[in-house]
């Protein structure tokens, strides 16, 4: 397996490759995101903002080009609540063929010591309710089901 470390803003074409990856894979699985450059746009900007720490969060890469995780502030617009800092956990994928090696575990380790240096307290993921692999990596990971969310498409596609 590759070493884990924080991603470098040399690393954004790699990013771009497993983001787009992630994104096709979790829109077959009933995931709301679809590939598009507009769609690649927010998390390129997500990643910026976090790799040049104009907001706090985490880019981790499993080299050589095994795996990828984002978690970390949504914004300044979004509201403090009663959970303290919160942290979205934009996702973690890893390559189909490098699944079930621990990479992923050893991603979310690694952003877990991290963002509790950034002082988070609280982090919220989601998976589609299709990715049952995503879902029980989430609950090994200690996340807790904590409600549901719900998409209504209000136009066009499929």
């Known amino acids: 397996m590759g070493v884990i ?10 990013f771009s490759q497993l983001w787009l990856e992630l994104i096709k894979e979790e829109l077959q699985l009933g995931g709301e995101f679809r590939p598009t450059l507009h769609t690649l746009d927010f998390f390129v900007r997500a990643f910026s903002a976090y790799i040049s720490k104009a907001l706090d969060g985490v880019v981790l890469l499993a080299e050589p080009d095994h795996g990828i995780l984002m978690w970390g502030e949504p914004g300044p617009h979004y509201p403090d609540t009663w959970r303290g800092k919160i942290a979205i956990g934009h996702g973690t994928y890893v390559r189909p063929e490098l699944r079930r090696q621990g990479i992923s575990k050893d991603l979310w380790a690694r952003a877990r010591q991290l963002l509790l240096e950034m ?19 989430m609950e090994g990971a200690g996340f807790m089901e904590t409600g549901r969310s719900f998409a209504l498409k209000l136009r066009g596609g499929d």
């Open 5 to 14: 470390r924080q991603a470098t803003e040399q690393d954004l074409p790699m």
């Open 119 to 137: 002082e988070f307290d609280f982090v919220l993921g989601t998976a589609a309710l299709m990715n049952k692999p995503s879902l029980r990596m």
